[in-house]
């Protein structure tokens, strides 16, 4: 089992920054990617960033169009942290964020079926 604790979420003005961070605890060594998703009132839950977990020079990352240029996925090893830096922020980004564990296979996942741990998330609401 792997622990996940995010944190970082809260209220911002559009055009605003904000830096999420989760936490990994437990059996991280079987970590293969871990992503960031969020989820709006109403719809489903949709990948925002992925980044891999073992690669060399800082991991293979992924984001959704919708946040390219704007977020910046990193990783912490020694730390077991996944970190979400997103800039310019939008009123269409409030959301709730959840952090994900990819333990199943090599490669980054873009759904949450691929996704094998989840935190409990963090609200994230970007006011206009």
């Known amino acids: 089992q792997v622990q996940l604790v995010e944190s970082g979420g809260g209220l911002v003005q559009a055009g605003g920054s904000l830096r999420l961070s989760c936490a990994a605890s437990?059996?991280?060594?079987?970590?293969?990617?871990m992503g960031w998703f969020r989820q709006a009132p109403g719809k489903e839950r949709e990948v925002v960033a992925a980044?891999?977990?073992?690669?060399?020079?800082?991991?293979?990352?992924y984001y959704a169009n919708s946040v390219k240029g704007r977020g910046t996925i990193s990783r912490d090893n020694a730390k077991n942290t996944v970190y979400l830096q997103m800039n310019s922020l939008k009123p269409e980004d409030t959301a709730v964020y959840y952090c994900?564990?990819?333990?199943?296979?090599?490669?980054?996942?873009?759904?949450?079926?691929?996704?094998?741990?989840w935190g409990q998330g963090t609200q994230v609401t970007v006011s206009s």
């Open positions: 437990g059996r991280t060594f079987s970590t293969y990617a």
């Open positions: 994900a564990v990819r333990s199943r296979a090599l490669g980054l996942g873009t759904k949450t079926s691929e996704y094998d741990f």
């Open positions: 980044i891999d977990w073992r690669g060399w020079s800082g991991g293979t990352t």
